[in-house]
């Protein structure tokens, strides 16, 4: 593994335009090739901006930095943003020792349908290549129940009524492992989350026209796995000693 770090001083009013094209033109292609970013930090004087990222190698790095500085929309963005920047410095970082224990990351999404059967999807700012069912990560010490509950509102603007666990999906590339709910819609105006999702909307999905919406595969499979659930039960509690916090089993026949 190699670590890139980078620092940016920048026009303090422009803090904003710069963290859009961040999120638009830079992100996505990383992530989508295998990068992980570790972390990015600006002073409080919103004039100097931190980026670490790791790559596996020298050749990976080389080859998000081509994509990236090749494409159309990231060479006319910086057309505009070129001004913003006073200067920019590199440096490349590698670990003396392995210091961290493997981290996984749990994810929830759900698979919710309103009074007429229609499923809610959203498009994200960082896969708008795809819609998919609402969802993010879970946070220390939250119960997958109030992960759901808070990830599907954040972005949706949606409350909803949990009926059962559809699926348990291990992303062994990232270390990502989503558990996905079905759920109702309960209340809400349905809106978009800025900076987070771009599309919000309820749809007719279907076995036969699911891939208009939904064009990554592994996404499709949770909604396709969700439509004819096999619900499975959820416990949630603490040791030493034992405390149970809740039990989720299917709530409801779900017709």
């Keep these: 593994m190699i670590f890139k770090r980078k620092t940016y001083r920048v026009k303090p009013e422009k803090l ?3 963290n859009k094209f961040f999120h638009t033109n830079v ?9 992980k970013l570790i972390g990015r930090w600006v002073n409080d004087m919103n004039d100097e901006i931190l980026v670490i990222w790791e790559y596996s190698s020298m050749e990976h790095y080389e080859r998000i930095n081509s994509l990236i500085e090749n ?11 070129g001004e913003y920047y006073i200067e920019a410095d590199k440096g490349f970082l590698s670990s ?9 990351i749990l994810s929830v999404s759900g698979y919710i349908t309103n009074k007429d059967g229609d499923v809610l999807l959203v ?16 946070e220390e ?11 599907v509102f954040e972005e949706t603007g949606v409350k909803v009524d949990l009926f059962g666990i559809t699926g348990i999906y291990q992303n062994v590339t990232s270390g990502v492992t989503c558990v996905v709910f079905r759920a109702e819609y309960q209340s809400g105006e349905v809106r978009t989350a800025e900076g987070e999702t771009s ?10 026209n699911i891939e208009q919406f939904i064009t990554r595969e592994q996404f499709r499979n ?20 034992y405390e149970l916090v809740s039990r989720f089993v299917v709530k409801k026949e779900y017709s």
């Design 141 to 151: 010490g939250e119960t997958l129940e109030e992960a759901i509950h808070r990830e």
């Design 96 to 104: 003396t020792a392995n210091y961290h224990p493997p981290k996984h």
């Design 199 to 208: 599309e919000v909307f309820f749809t007719k999905i279907t076995k036969e």
């Design 16 to 18: 904003n335009e710069i």
């Design 123 to 138: 498009r994200n700012f960082h896969r708008s290549d795809t819609m998919e069912m609402p969802g993010g990560q879970v």
């Design 222 to 241: 949770r909604a396709l796995d969700a439509m004819d659930a096999n619900f499975i039960p959820y416990e949630a509690f603490k040791a030493r000693p």
């Design 27 to 35: 992100y996505p292609v990383h992530i989508k090739n295998g990068a």
């Design 71 to 81: 494409s159309e929309e990231y060479q006319s963005a910086m057309k505009e943003l």
